[in-house]
């Protein structure tokens, strides 16, 4: 679905009974990438937002899921289970050159875009819990951002790329916290 910013006008895109899920904007607001089921595993699709031009542009056995856009629209980061373990994967806009930035053995999930493009966050169990990692938007210089011994996960970028918000159980319940993007 897509509505206005107060709630109003509200219309459906995607009318299947498979789930449809994990919208993200094209940042030129033209195409809206999206998680679903309908071939019976978890898939990238993009569309028109208008519902219009469905196209699967993963279109493999293994989970595919979580889309991110780079801010210049030109690559999707998201998550994939294709390598046995799920892995922070890009690929440019149209579907072509899919490749693991990540490859590491232990799970890596949530790819969050940095507004300038040249970072990502990410989730990840490296340090026996779930903790926040940012990496070069190539995969190289991966480093803990949060070294906590609680959950931290599903990291997302400020506008001005300063900080980085993310959900945690530090305190017993899952909580919104805000850190400087270095992990201050």
């Known amino acids: 679905y897509v509505m206005n910013a107060d709630g109003s006008d509200q219309s459906r895109l995607t009318n299947n009974p498979a789930s449809d899920f994990w919208p993200d904007w094209s940042p030129d607001g033209s195409k ?20 219009t031009d469905l196209a699967n542009l993963t279109n493999n056995p293994d989970l ?23 892995e922070i994967y890009v690929m440019d806009r149209t579907g072509q050159n899919q490749r693991n930035i990540t490859n590491h053995p232990f799970t890596d999930t949530n790819p969050s875009w940095s507004p300038a493009g040249r970072k990502i966050c990410f989730s990840s169990y490296r340090d ?14 991966q480093h803990n951002i949060t070294n906590q011994p609680s959950a931290d996960s599903n990291p997302s970028w400020s506008p001005d790329g300063s900080r980085i918000a993310f959900q945690s159980n530090r305190d017993g319940n899952l909580e919104i916290y805000v850190m400087d993007s270095n992990g201050n």
């Not at 809206?32 to 519902?51: C, K, P």
């Not at 979580?66 to 999707?76: A, F, N, T």
């Open 128 to 141: 026996d819990s779930e903790e926040i990692y940012v990496m070069d938007s190539n995969g190289k210089n």
């Open 64 to 86: 595919d899921w979580q889309p991110d856009w780079s801010p210049d629209g030109s690559k999707i980061a998201f998550t994939s289970e294709r390598d046995g373990n799920l």
């Open 32 to 51: 809206i990438a999206f998680t679903s089921d309908r071939e019976g595993n978890l898939e990238i699709y993009v569309m028109n937002v208008d519902g």
